[in-house]
């Protein structure tokens, strides 16, 4: 199993990203996928979205609600997140995984920045 994931940088507050998560050794469609992202001085990873392996529900955390979109395409088995009206405490690192308490290894992750 392997997670791939892309898309960050460093964006000025207000900016927007589009994160993306290349899935692959397992039955990626079969399962809610989510995003997590773990910020400086955090111990553990947070998730932030979750999105049904269909793709026909979402759930995200009050902190980015209305402004982060999850998305997939199970043919690409990909994951994707939009990032609008980045602030700057959305600095941190962001990953992919099973939605589940039990997860596969965590992949390298990519980097979030927003700073002025």
């Known amino acids: 199993v392997q997670f791939v994931e892309s898309g960050g940088g460093l964006v000025h507050p207000g900016g927007s990203l589009r994160l993306s998560c290349e899935a692959s050794?397992?039955?990626?469609?079969?399962?809610?996928m989510a995003w997590y992202r773990q910020a400086p001085g955090q111990v553990r990873e947070e998730q932030i979205s979750?999105?049904?392996?269909?793709?026909?529900?979402?759930t995200y955390v009050d902190s980015v609600k209305g402004r982060f979109t999850t998305s997939r395409d199970n043919a690409k088995k990909t994951l994707y997140l939009q990032m609008n009206n980045l602030k700057p405490e959305d600095t941190a690192v962001y990953y992919c995984?099973?939605?589940?308490?039990?997860?596969?290894?965590w992949g390298r992750g990519t980097q979030v920045t927003v700073s002025s």
């Open positions: 050794g397992f039955a990626f469609g079969v399962y809610d």
């Open positions: 979750r999105i049904s392996n269909n793709g026909a529900s979402t």
């Open positions: 995984n099973r939605a589940s308490a039990v997860k596969y290894m």
